[in-house]
């Protein structure tokens, strides 16, 4: 492949070390989070008994479903990004001022649910895993994307959903 037909910044040590750096890092991240959340539910199935039992492994497995398909709705694609051939990438489907509103909510009940942070783990491996999937594809982002290939993508527009009225800053 000649320098003139290579696909911009796709190319060169830097940008490949950084891609197997990310993408060793979400392993790593989702191995000790599967590790975590094999231990919590190990703990509920020994150490509890009678409807206790049944209530916590209702909740940490309806926890990992919604993980999962919370992550990997993530990597869903428009009919336009499917024709235009975007492979699956990372979208947050949120604005800049749904992502301030979450970060405050999320330092104030980190504060106050410091003890339930193990717990919380059951909510995160899915997006782990989905974050590791999006981590191998042939562009990590839509500007690589486009830089790449020359392919306009169209921009989503956020979805009005009740949490995004409700977390509006005043």
Known sequence: MTASTREPGSTGFRYWRRRVVFTVFFVVLLLLSTWISVIIIDLIATQTHGVIR???LAVAGAGLLWSFAYGFSLLRRTDDEKRLGVPMIM????TEAGRTAAGRAGVTMGILGGPLVLFAQLFVVGVLAAAL???VQRYNSIEEFERATGKKVPRRTAARTPWTVLSKPR
């Open 54 to 56: 049944v209530i916590l």
């Open 91 to 94: 979208h947050s489907g949120s």
């Open 133 to 135: 999937v999006a981590s």
